[in-house]
């Protein structure tokens, strides 16, 4: 059976009920037990699993992470909670140094089966330092996986894959979209890793978008095909691995792309994948692939400012047109 | 509060003058929050203004401060204005920060406010090098980091303090102790004391009622004096409460602190309230000037949020810009 | 008048001269003064300008960076000394939370004039945690500039160029390189950021190296010219910001692009810049941009191991014969 | 040395035995390195072998340590062999980390070494998560965290002792204060007291002459079973010294320490030459027994280094394996 509910609560019940079935996994972070961390995705946790397995922190980021990292050497499966994705730089040395690289570096004798579960996104009005998207760097490191749930039902079935996972894996939730809800089952049900999600098909024009974009880009689709451009839309739901074949499989038929991403676009996400592409399907395209990542600007408080860092459906069906009609291409 | 000499009326009428001003700025910030006139959240100083104008009083106008999330209190201590700060807060183009930093990120240069900061002890290592960069530059100026007890939990502290106490930096670490870390009383998640942790690096400590605008002057005016001397750094727990939630959102609080204990540090000990009784009964103001005080100021922070509700959002292609300094649009450079 | 001189002195002398010249410089550091760094780049420093700006720390790196973004917003202008790269993971949030957005975040009322110089570079047999190449995740930052200098002459005239810019720069020097001579004027010269060097001119494809990779680079373009094949070699010099006109200009010519870098692949340098190509030459190319970055995994200690991990002359001569002779065009 | 009673014997002698294997392992390590025959370079133990020993034999064997950059000596003393650790310094297949580690990374799962580590203090939170595990899991196990003087400016440790002192975690923090971070004295760049420093967390510290394997083991001894019943956390300084370099390349290095108080240290505080006159004196051993035992061990790591010389190094397609538990070439899968 299948309820809508909220990303929120997805996440909630995706670490019950492995919760449940392994008692080696605990929650570590601030504010996770009575207050159930200010966007309260963790509440009523505390209340069935005790302080034990939901453990307040000290606002001791690097120390907790590294906590986490010798716990998970040693039998237990700890989930970190890090309030904000901004917070990631301080805790850079523990997972990227230290959980990223063990296994590696003990020709495999240990592992660290760990998740760190954050946010992205913004237009929140939370200025620089909470705003930002931050899944390109951590992206970057061998041996870290990078999920980017795009909805409560990913956010579900992708959380429980990344508890059960031996390996590090950081998971980006949207803030903006923890009261959105969607189709959820009531049974069990996970997301293996480095399957895309094909959302919507199309012939004329491939939209890849990750977290937050995937919206804008269903969005975008939508506003397209009033005017009769068909556009498929890919969530690749991890990046790291990254479902390079379903992305290429579909540019190979539709001959455009146009990749949107939340975090900065220079040195992110959407060159990595457009430089897949235009690689890898390079006699299909009929155009250059586009780019859309958040603006190269840290990102402002004031609305008027913060609203115009990061793609719009609108933006990406006006670019969208560009290329289809191929007023782009000349250019190039 | 300890009985004082009458020699200090002016220095006495501008600590409470800005304390009135700390809380009538903030009952407007709240105010624009919960009719949704506000961009975002804030957190509130209200109850915190005697750490705050106790310390700033002690200070030049060219002697730096860090703040913190919790910032507004120390920006107006030090000096700044209201229509600019609320300006900064609905992120209008004539804000300290042209409207790009908001909240928590005022930084108000002209009076040595090296800025708030959203990173909670963020702004530990900015505040021993500003004191670094005084020293070595041959200026006289002294550095007050204000954090909160949440915020000694940061390992960055230590590494900074270690280097303040080798290099005799004139740095003031103050830490506001309110109880609270967010959701949860900072006793649950800090081991030990707080003043030994500074006092094993060789930090000559103290601690101070921080509800007592006086003894926090007094305390800050010595400590002041004698890191201008090279005799720092020092540090400084400032017992003190919050009188809202967290931040203006933060309103079922039940579950981690009780209505008793507000009302009881509300009712007993207001820095404002029992500031204006002592100057009443030491002769220095009366009843009504008191009145007078908070009319005026009230009416001035209400002119200013208008000023500011009416002033204009930054233009759309200032949103590349002051990226780099010496760089006009960024975009265009990168 | 020219003589040749290291890497390190190159480094040393471009400091000595700008602190001669500005007495708000210092330098702050582990083991910066009497040590002169590990490297020995810094020898002899301390002795001209003394304790007072040449200042050891502890191990601290997290304090220490911290401490010279508030003495850059205070008049100072500091240069910090991190022993490794990999050690950039310590300071993120200091660099990229506080250093990169200040100026922003104060409406251009603060700025942040510091140099963080470190280095880059494997095959030294040092292991995962002192043999990564950094730069991407610096580069992904609004706010900081990237400098990655390829000689002994690049070292100098981007450092002077660093010291005297207003913002946050971060410059990695190859470890390896820091004994490799090169022409050096004695003369006072400083190397513009923005501003690629084209290296050697060439028809048939362009060989964009950075850091460690241009001489990579310009050995593959001696073995291919003997077989032929006429390689243009680019050093962008600097990848924030990032001369992308002289890039373009050099593949609308040659139609051919691979891009070499030290860095991870995935998610890295050189993803962003064979996406800007691809995008921006795109009628141009006559066959897929190819990407050369080092191997996607933690550095490997054994040496039968790390060598393979890093992208060398014949690796990169190997891969523009194929894209010249159009091998790898067909299977795209 | 305290006298000791003499039921000890087989103690005694594998404390012994032990230091000399780190001093043997050592003196091959540094060899290897002068004959450019170890790639990288690497960072000797000797002189300090009492730490690592003293420690090492008051753990069993389920119980966790992790080391650091100069980790030879504790890889040795928590129970590792000479040939897999000279396969992994070499970089060979057979080494514990199949050569992926190297000496900066050394780790011996199966005696509970969870590993060296190349960044300073980088361990201190493993080592503190370790004994959170134990304790959340029903685990008797404690948990020793070596570390450097130097490392104790890093802020994480702050962090840590934070935590493992409000959990009361079986965790006890070893500092090996051998005077050098690198090539700086230490007591430059340390201020205060770094016993106070883990005090004013509430932790109980010691003091405890590292050169001396007995009162490093007593102390360990009644710390580690302490620990185990939840009396947790604790730290102890032992003061020691390093006799090479920094690392093996550190040759010229007047201008740091002198040569005369290196030498004092060999002549009179050899924690290995010191414990081989007493176990004389108290009539445990013989001189001869001594002498036997030592080149019995010489041999025996002469024969290691002699096999990793000829152990074949990981085939090339092992390069992507290990990156990912569970994925057996990280190429073909990112
Ligand atoms: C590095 C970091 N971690 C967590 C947070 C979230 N956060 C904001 S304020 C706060 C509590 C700070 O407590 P304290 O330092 O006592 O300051 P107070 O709010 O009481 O003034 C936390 C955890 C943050 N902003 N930065
Ligand atoms: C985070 C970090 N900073 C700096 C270094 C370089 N480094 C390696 S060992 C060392 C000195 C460590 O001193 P100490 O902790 O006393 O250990 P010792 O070498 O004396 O055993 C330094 C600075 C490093 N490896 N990691
Ligand atoms: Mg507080
Ligand atoms: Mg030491």
């Known amino acids: ?332 | 509060m300890a009985p004082k000499k009458k020699t200090n009326t002016e220095d006495y009428l501008r600590m409470y003058r800005q304390m009135v001003r700390i809380r009538a700025f903030e009952d407007n910030a709240n105010q624009l929050y919960l009719s949704a006139k506000m961009p975002g959240l804030t957190h509130m100083y209200s109850g915190q203004e005697a750490v705050a104008v106790g310390i700033c009083e002690a200070l030049e106008d060219s002697d730096k401060i860090t703040s913190t999330h919790r910032g507004h209190g120390h920006c107006v201590a030090k000096g700044a204005e209201f229509k600019q700060m609320f300006c900064e807060l609905l992120g209008k183009e004539e804000g300290y920060c042209r409207g790009k930093g908001g909240s928590m990120h005022i930084a108000d240069q002209s009076h040595g406010n090296l800025g708030a900061n959203a990173i909670v002890g963020g702004s530990m290592g900015i505040a021993t090098g500003a004191a670094l960069s005084a020293r070595r530059l041959g200026k006289k100026d002294v550095t007050v980091c204000f954090f909160g007890d949440g915020a000694t939990a940061q390992g960055l502290w230590y590494e900074v303090m270690n280097m303040a106490a080798l290099w005799k930096l004139p740095v003031i670490y103050a830490c506001e102790n309110n109880g609270y870390s967010e959701y949860t009383k900072t006793d649950e998640i800090a081991a030990g004391s707080i003043t030994a942790r500074a006092e094993a690096f060789g930090i000559e400590a103290h601690m101070v009622d921080g509800q007592d605008v006086l003894a926090v002057n007094d305390l800050a005016q010595k400590l002041v004096a004698r890191a201008r001397k090279g005799e720092g750094p020092f540090f400084i727990e400032l017992k003190t409460y919050r009188y809202h939630g967290h931040h203006v959102g933060d309103i079922n609080r039940d579950y981690y602190r009780s209505k008793d204990e507000e009302s009881e540090w509300k009712k007993v000990r207001d820095p404002i309230a029992n500031f204006g009784k002592w100057l009443e009964s030491e002769g220095v103001v009366t009843a009504d000037e008191l009145v007078a005080i908070n009319d005026e100021i009230r009416a001035d922070a209400e002119a200013a949020v208008q000023y500011a509700l009416d002033a204009g959002y930054p233009p759309a292609n200032e949103v590349d810009m002051h990226v780099f300094a010496g760089v006009d649009h960024a975009l265009a450079y990168v």
């Open chain 1, 1 to 332: 059976m299948t309820r809508e509910i909220t990303l929120s609560k997805a996440v909630n019940e995706a670490i019950a009920e492995e919760m449940r079935r392994d008692e080696t996994i605990f929650l570590i972070g601030e504010d996770v037990a009575e207050a159930g961390t200010p966007f309260k995705v963790l509440s009523g946790l505390v209340e069935e699993f005790g302080t034990d397995r939901v453990i307040d922190t000290p606002i001791a980021e690097p120390g907790f992470m590294g906590i986490a990292v010798g716990a998970a050497m040693t039998g237990s499966r700890p989930i970190v909670d890090l309030m904000f994705g901004d917070f990631i730089f301080l805790v850079m040395d523990q997972l990227c140094n230290q959980a990223a690289k063990t296994h590696y570096m003990s020709g495999g004798k240990l592992s660290v089966p760990l998740v760190l579960r954050t946010n992205l996104g913004a237009t929140r009005r939370s200025a620089a330092q909470h705003s930002q998207s931050l899944h390109a760097l951590v992206a970057h490191i061998p041996g870290l996986k990078v999920a980017l749930p795009s909805s409560a039902y990913e956010a579900k079935g992708l959380m429980k894959t990344a508890i059960r996972d031996d390996n590090p894996v950081v998971i980006f939730e949207d803030k903006l979209m923890y009261n959105d809800k969607a189709p959820v089952p009531e049974e069990e049900y996970l997301i293996p890793f480095g399957e895309a999600n094909v959302m919507r098909q199309g012939r004329d024009v491939t939209l890849i978008g990750t977290s937050s974009m995937v919206q804008v880009c269903q969005k975008a689709a939508e506003i397209l095909e009033k005017e009769g451009i068909s556009a498929e839309v890919i969530d690749p739901r991890t990046i790291v691995p990254l479902d390079e074949e379903t992305i290429l499989n579909s540019v190979r038929k539709t001959s455009r792309a146009i990749v949107v991403d939340e975090g900065h676009q220079n040195f992110g996400i959407t060159g990595e994948i457009a430089s897949r592409i235009s690689e890898k399907a390079f006699y299909h395209l009929d155009a250059p692939v586009q780019r859309m990542g958040a603006m190269d600007v840290p990102v402002p408080f004031s609305p008027a400012l913060e609203d115009i860092t990061v793609p719009t459906p609108e933006g990406v069906a006006d670019r969208a047109r560009l290329i289809c009609r191929g007023e782009l291409v000349h250019a190039a």
